[in-house]
Each structure stands twice: as C-alpha cells, then as structure tokens.
C-alpha cells in the first residue's frame, strides 16, 4: 500500500521531518496521559486511604475522651455516664455498650434505640460485617477478646431528618472495658468518603484533561513552527536553488553560454558548479573540434594537390609498367632457358654428389688403413724403446765386463 506524501521534495521532506515528530508527540502524549491517569487514581485511593485514616483516627479518639471521662466512676455510674456522651454535628455520634456473650452477645445499653437494650444481638439483620458476613456484635466481640480493642467495617442504616436510609457502610471502633467486662463501641458513617472520593475523581480528571490540552496545544504549537521553520530553510537552501536548476535545464536548448547560478554551499549549489563547469568544458572542446576542422580542411587542400601530384606521376608509372611488363615477357622466356640449365646443372650436381659419396667411402677406408699404420708404428715404436731400455742394460753388463776383464788383465 502506497502513502500519498506529495510529488515535490519539499512536501516529501516535510512529511518525512514532521511525521516521525507527530509520532514521536502522539507516543509522549499518550505516555503521559497514561501515567498522568494511573497517578490520579494512585491519588484517589491514597485519598481514600487517607479520609479512612482521618475516620479511624477520630474514632480512637472519641473513645480516648469517654475512657478518660468514665475512668475513676462507680460501676453504676460508667452506663448512664457513656449514654449521655454525644460528639460530631448536632450530637449524632453516640456510643454503645454490649456485654461478652456468646455465641451471640446482649445489649447492655443503646442510647437511640432503647428498645435493644437487654436484647441478644442475633437477629440475622446484624449479619452485616463486611467481607465476612458476620454477626456484626460478634464481630466486636471477637475483636475485642483477641486485641482488646479495633475497627470492624459494615453496613448499617443512616439515620436522617427523612428516616433511616438503606444501609451504607459504615465503621466501628471497640474497646474492652474490663472493670465491667464489657464492650463499648461508637461508629461513623464513611459514605461520605465515596462521595470525596468521586469530587476528588472528578477534580483530577479536570486537571489532567487541562494537561492534555496543553499538551495538545503545545504540540500543535510546535508542529507548526517546526513546519514554517523546515519550509522557510528547504525554500531557501532547497527548493528555490533546485527550481533555479530545473528551469535553466527545461530552457537550456544547447545553448552553452547558460550558467546556473550558485547561491549554496550545499550539495544543490555543487550540482549547480558541476553543470557550470560541464558547460565550460563543451565550450573548450567545440572551441578546439573548430581549429581541428580548420586544420582538416587546410590538410585536405593539400592532399587534393598531392592527388592531383599522384595522378600524373600514376600516368607515368602505368607507362612505366606497360614497359616493365614486355621487359617480363623476356626475361620468363629467359628463365624458362635459365630452369632448362639448372635442371642440367641438377644431375650433374647429382653425378658430382654420387661421386663424392663414394670418394668419402673411400677415405674412410683410407683413414681406417692410416689408423691400422698408427696403431702399428706406435707398437714398433714402443719396442724400439724397449730395445733401447735393452741396449742400456746390455752396455752397463758389457762395461762391467770390459771393467772386470781390464782388472784381469
């Protein structure tokens, strides 16, 4: 699939520069939003936990000032001293006191509903502890004997100028009272916290829909000056310089006294200096072609001269060779004389070849006879020196002889 980005280069670089960058934004964007969104909601439960801490915190509180307040009174005077003890706007929060029964434990004193009192609290009605669905006294109960005091979260009627409403979670704090062994607990409704929490939802989504406009508008911002600042530099450096080159080249008709004008230092003004320098180039070479042709035509006036030269000297020579044809015609009769000779001159170099054939027999019949000669000149000669040899060891006898016959003389 082919994206349409635009036929001229300056839409092709600018959808090439900007794109990438409205990706780049759009990913940021959404990154930010994305974490802007999960930091409100770590907010929102943080608030949440918060307005609960501030409940639990009151709560410890208010029981804090009725131990402080019944301690040191008669056993007789703690209950009716806790059902006078009232606290929040128009003294609607109150406390109550219930003993450690079980399964179920009584009622020992409700101060806005007296009819509870001395009642064993198992009406399914107060299955109402939340996540467990417990008996929510018994839930007291046991959180009292475990830690001797804590909270227990459930739901219970609100009571209002109309009447009670449906049930709305509400939470409870607990504490033994160990002079009496009993348990005395006060509550406050936190439907209230759902509803901060949803006018906290609410402000936070303002905030971050404030912030992704911004970002918005800060990303619109910069795309379009980024364009107008990519468009005023590509028209300056780019488009205008290669516009400059694309009409001389439509214009251009072999004309070589066209020269493109350099205003870059940029790879376009380089194309620019390489068209220039073409066009001078082709202007030196038709220059140097011309005086070449100049220099033809005056080498072909001379070589029509020396045609013309040629021709008559041609005459003369085909007169010449009509001559040197019949001289030709005699000498290949002469030659014909001249092969009968040779062939004469042949055989008799054959004869005179056989002859001297044999004569080299011959001689070496003779050399062989010399080296018999040889062989036996040099045997005499050997035996004449042997004689010698001989004839010396005669003539020392004969001197001994001669010696010994003169000293027998």
């Known amino acids: 699939m082919k994206v349409a980005i635009g036929r001229s280069l300056k839409q092709q670089v600018l959808f090439f520069t900007i794109a990438p960058i409205l990706a780049a934004i759009a990913i940021y964007s959404a990154v930010t939003v994305y974490g802007i969104v999960s930091l409100g909601d ?52 109150y406390f109550w006191i219930n003993d450690l029964g079980r399964p179920y434990p009584r009622m020992v004193m409700h101060p806005t509903i007296p009819a509870l009192d001395g009642q064993i609290m198992n009406d399914p009605k107060f299955d109402c502890a939340l996540g467990k669905k417990k008996n929510l006294f018994a839930a007291f109960v046991d959180v009292c004997l475990a830690d001797g005091e804590g909270y227990v979260d459930y739901l219970w009627p609100k009571p209002t100028k109309d009447g009670l409403t449906e049930a709305v979670p509400k939470l409870s704090y607990v504490r033994l009272y160990k002079p009496l062994n009993v348990v005395i607990g006060t509550g406050l409704y936190i439907d209230d916290i759902d509803a901060l929490a949803a006018h906290e939802r609410e402000r936070i989504k303002k905030e971050i829909t404030s912030i992704i ?66 066009i001078a180039n082709l202007r030196g070479i038709i220059t140097n072609m011309s005086g070449a042709g100049r220099g033809i035509d005056a080498i072909a006036g001379e070589l029509t001269a020396s045609v013309g030269e040629q021709a008559a000297v041609s005459s003369e020579q085909s007169a010449a060779v009509a001559e040197i044809t019949a001289t030709m015609e005699e000498l290949s009769a002469s030659s014909m004389q001249i092969a009968e000779h040779s062939r004469m001159v042949v055989e008799l170099a054959t004869k005179a070849w056989d002859s001297t054939k044999r004569g080299a027999d011959a001689a070496e019949a003779v050399m062989a006879k010399m080296q018999e000669i040889h062989d036996d000149n040099q045997n005499s000669i050997n035996e004449i020196v042997e004689l010698g040899r001989k004839s010396r060891e005669i003539s020392k006898v004969m001197e001994i002889i001669n010696t010994i016959a003169d000293q027998t003389k």
């Open 42 to 93: 770590e907010r929102i439960q943080d608030y949440r936990e918060e307005l609960l801490a501030r409940k639990k915190e009151a709560l410890k509180n208010y029981m804090d000032l009725v131990f402080k307040n019944i301690e040191g009174l008669k056993a007789d005077q703690v209950v009716p001293a806790v059902k006078r003890m009232r606290y929040g706007a128009n003294g609607v929060g």
């Open 213 to 278: 406009s911004r970002n918005i508008a800060v990303s619109l911002l910069t795309v379009v000056g980024l364009y107008f600042f990519v468009s005023f530099f590509l028209d300056k450096y780019m488009v205008k310089p290669l516009g400059v080159i694309a009409t001389t080249l439509r214009s251009y008709d072999n004309d070589l006294t066209v020269t493109i004008p350099v205003t870059t230092e940029n790879e376009v003004g380089e194309v620019a200096r390489s068209f220039n320098g073409l």
